[in-house]
């Protein structure tokens, strides 16, 4: 429940944005816990996979609303994922996220970029912002403007 102004007004809306659901690839079943447990505390639905071949099949089966995607990874990197992902789902928004310098190509082909050691701060705005961006591509086809 959103919390109450004087007169009934809610400061917080009730459900913000609970129709979101947003998939976390990373290897590293640690930081799937955390992200997990940042993103539905803040109201999303959370699916994790711990391989870049589980985190594509998902995308071929499930309509996501965003990505996060570890950069590193043992058997694809993000930027190979995240051009997969492009290739399947051109409109998914997709953020990469790594504990390294990431090359500017591999950039080019995420919506947006977070530095893990900056993932506790940067990570919910982003994820909102690029979710608040996203458009069903029916509604872009029928000339829909939101």
């Known amino acids: 429940m959103g919390l109450m102004l004087a007169g009934g007004q809610s400061l ?3 459900h913000p944005i609970s129709q979101k659901l947003i ?16 993103l539905e505390r803040s109201g999303y639905s959370v ?3 711990t391989s870049a071949q589980q985190g594509l099949g998902l995308v071929t089966t499930c309509k996501f609303d ?3 995607l570890a950069y590193e990874m043992p058997d694809m990197n993000g930027c190979d994922v995240a051009f997969e992902i492009k290739r399947i789902r051109p409109e998914l928004a997709v ?3 790594s504990g390294s310098e990431v090359p500017t190509y591999a950039l080019a082909l995420v919506d947006a970029f977070v530095p893990k050691l900056e993932a506790s701060r940067e990570l919910l705005p982003m994820i909102a912002a690029v979710c608040s961006r996203v458009r069903d591509p ?6 829909f403007q939101p």
Do not use: H, M, W, Y
């Not at 998939?23 to 940042?38: R, T």
């Not at 029916?138 to 000339?143: A, C």
């Open 66 to 68: 965003a990505v996060l």
């Open 23 to 38: 998939l976390c690839i990373d290897d590293n079943e640690a930081v799937l816990s955390f992200e997990k447990a940042l």
């Open 95 to 97: 953020i990469l996220l």
């Open 12 to 14: 917080i809306p009730v």
């Open 138 to 143: 029916q509604q872009e086809q029928e000339g």
């Open 47 to 49: 699916i994790t996979a």
